[in-house]
């Protein structure tokens, strides 16, 4: 049974390996395959296993110190990766990676490898999850183990420790990845059948299976660069590599990433005025401290100070606005002064309130009350 938390360590689901009640114990890794099975807690209000990312909690301040991230495909191998200290890693909950994994991972750094189980089942699964990478402005690289492994069976192989880094050292960009593959397959190919220059099953090869990935990048440099990379490493023209790029059409699923990056944007989480900074933190804070706080005395206060409108926006907060808030709070607050940093942002963004509303109208009585109120606070 594994406990699934949120970005802020709080126990929000659980997974859990099944199996048969009349099975004897599995004696292999193959006859474990064979018969376990893992089930997810029902989705919730507090879980959706779309945006959640089992070991995020654990995992993101690594993240943000290297500056990249690991995925793994299962709760066994990120539990062997942060054993091994490798505390960059995290995984999915029992789904296929979504868009709003990789959002959440993009708030802190926008480098992924993806370490995914070498069988046809996971270089499936990667290539989808590399589409959505790619779609979404990330850099994206890729993990490789021999012998058709996957990272927890690497790492209680003999010198598991050091071929995981390796891997990891020697992880190779989407693009590289499958040019080195086709390429190898061309060579291969070419020896067998004693045949000179490129075969037209290598050219369909680059044009299905390469030109899709760089069609998914943004910057016409960085698709300049693999353009005359592709050109050099297969011999062909690059006016002809980027004809046929022209005429690449994106998957509509893989478009619609597209739009939602733009709606889910940096946009949504900048604060231009001071107070709407002050209230990130204090909800941060109330994400992050949540069992040693007192919620509800925060929020009765919190209610008294805001006006309503603001006061529900933050209620009813994106798990991603939240989650950058609570990132936030973790890195500039000390934990053990949590009360009396609570109380020095809750005065001052009494103070930004009562700022703001002496510019409305008001009577001189008004106006007398506020300045006395502000003149208390600071």
């Not at 490898?113 to 069988?119: E, G, H, T, V």
């Not at 270089?123 to 994206?140: D, I, N, P």
């Not at 490789?144 to 960009?173: Q, T």
């Not at 808030?325 to 890195?331: K, R, S, Y």
Request: proline content about 3%; overall charge positive; glycine content about 4%.
């Amino acid at each position: 049974m594994f406990p699934i938390r949120d970005s802020a360590s709080r126990v929000v689901g659980f997974s859990g390996r099944i199996l048969p009640e009349n099975s004897t114990h599995p004696t292999s890794s193959e006859q474990v395959t064979e018969v376990a099975k893992y089930l997810n807690s029902p989705e919730t209000a507090v879980f959706n296993k779309s945006r959640i990312l089992f070991g995020f909690d654990l995992a993101k301040l690594a993240i943000k110190k290297f500056d990249y991230s690991v995925i793994v495909e299962g709760q066994m191998d990120i539990i062997m990766c942060h054993q091994a200290g490798f505390q960059n890693v995290v995984a999915t909950s029992g789904t296929a990676l979504t868009p709003e994994h990789l959002i959440l991972l993009r708030r802190i750094s926008n480098r992924v490898i993806m370490a995914f189980d070498a069988d046809k089942a996971g270089f499936s699964a990667a290539t989808k999850a590399w589409q959505l990478a790619l779609s979404l402005g990330m850099e994206v690289k890729i993990a490789e183990f021999k012998e058709g492994k996957d990272p927890a069976e690497v790492l209680l192989s003999d010198n598991g420790k050091e071929k995981f880094k390796e891997a990891l050292k020697n992880s190779m960009h989407i693009i590289d990845f499958y040019l080195s593959k086709i390429l190898a397959e061309e060579n291969q190919g070419n020896s067998l059948n004693q045949q000179k220059g490129v075969s037209l099953i290598f050219l369909k090869e680059v044009r299905e299976k390469i030109l899709p990935f760089l069609a998914l990048i943004e910057s016409s440099i960085e698709k300049s660069h693999w353009v005359k990379k592709i050109s050099e490493k297969c011999g062909i023209d690059e006016k002809a590599i980027w004809e046929d790029l022209k005429k690449v059409k994106i998957e509509p699923g893989v478009a619609g990433v597209i739009v939602q990056k733009t709606l889910n944007s940096d946009k949504a989480t900048l604060y231009p005025e001071r107070k709407d900074s002050i209230e990130r933190r204090i909800f941060g804070i109330i994400n992050w401290q949540s069992k040693i706080i007192d919620i509800k005395n925060i929020k009765d206060r919190l209610k008294e100070i805001m006006v309503p409108e603001d006061f529900k926006k933050w209620e009813e907060a994106s798990e991603a606005v939240l989650n950058k808030a609570t990132f936030e709070a973790e890195q500039y607050y000390d934990q053990k002064k949590i009360q009396i940093i609570l109380e020095e942002l809750l005065r001052e963004l009494e103070k930004e309130y009562l700022t703001k509303k002496l510019n409305e109208k008001l009577t001189l009585k008004e106006q007398d009350q506020i300045i006395k109120k502000l003149a208390k606070l600071k």
